[in-house]
């Protein structure tokens, strides 16, 4: 139940870096990879608070961006926005 419930929390955090991301549409690449670090911290912190496990935390991290890197691929080829 603890890794439901750090990987709801996590798909907030990035649901939140895309959001923060369409803001920044101007900004260079650089900038740009750092708030994805940032992002990431975020988002290990909160599984390392939660699960209090290394292993489990990048686990459901891992598996958590890859969802929502599909979903996003999927919005994007499905519901293109211009």
Same mark, same amino acid.
């Given at each position: ?17 895309t959001? *923060?991301?369409?803001? #920044?549409?101007h900004?260079?690449?650089v900038?740009? @990879?750092?708030?994805?670090? /940032? ?12 699960l209090?496990s ?5 686990? *459901?991290?891992?598996? #958590? ?7 996003? @691929?999927?919005?994007?080829? /499905?519901?293109?926005?211009?």
């Amino acid at each position: 139940m603890k890794n439901y419930v750090v990987f709801l929390f996590q798909l907030m955090v990035w649901s939140g870096y895309t959001v *923060v991301e369409w803001l #920044s549409t101007h900004d260079k690449l650089v900038f740009k @990879v750092i708030m994805f670090f /940032i992002f990431s911290y975020l988002a290990i912190y909160i599984g390392k608070a939660i699960l209090k496990s290394n292993k489990r935390t990048l686990i *459901v991290t891992g598996v #958590s961006l890859l969802c929502y890197a599909i979903i996003q @691929v999927l919005f994007q080829t /499905i519901l293109p926005i211009t």
